[in-house]
């Protein structure tokens, strides 16, 4: 499985963007996807996941209202929409796939990563 993350940039804060994380290979062995995020000199840490084949959703509570996970099975995408965002999110966010059950929130426990996707948010 090969995750291609795309979407990052700068916005200022309050303002909104659209990540995208798009899968090819085996994609019929992906359970659940996530999103992580890690910011300079700090651990990664988990920000959203959700089950390939529908279900709940999971958030991370410090973005809980403002971030929203879906995906779009035909396309073999799963998005993160990010509004309100504050200088605080500021991080490179990753796309992780997993292949067991569950939908986890350790990053540990997601078999595949993308690429990173560099996201700035100017106060």
């Known amino acids: 499985v090969q995750l291609q993350a795309s979407g990052g940039g700068l916005v200022q804060a309050g303002g909104s963007l659209r990540l995208s994380c798009a899968l090819s290979?085996?994609?019929?062995?992906?359970?659940?996807m996530g999103w992580f995020r890690q910011a300079p000199g700090k651990e990664r840490e988990f920000v959203a996941a959700?089950?390939?084949?529908?279900?709940?959703?999971i958030y991370a509570d410090s973005v809980k209202g403002r971030f929203t996970i879906f995906r779009d099975n035909a396309r073999n995408t799963v998005y993160l929409q990010m509004n309100s965002l504050k200088p605080e999110d500021t991080a490179v966010y990753f796309c992780?796939?997993?292949?067991?059950?569950?939908?986890?929130?350790?990053?540990?426990?997601?078999?595949?990563w993308g690429q990173g996707t560099q996201v700035t948010v100017s106060s």
């Open positions: 992780a796939a997993r292949q067991g059950p569950l939908v986890p929130r350790r990053a540990n426990e997601y078999n595949y």
């Open positions: 290979g085996r994609t019929f062995s992906v359970n659940a």
């Open positions: 959700i089950p390939w084949s529908g279900g709940s959703t």
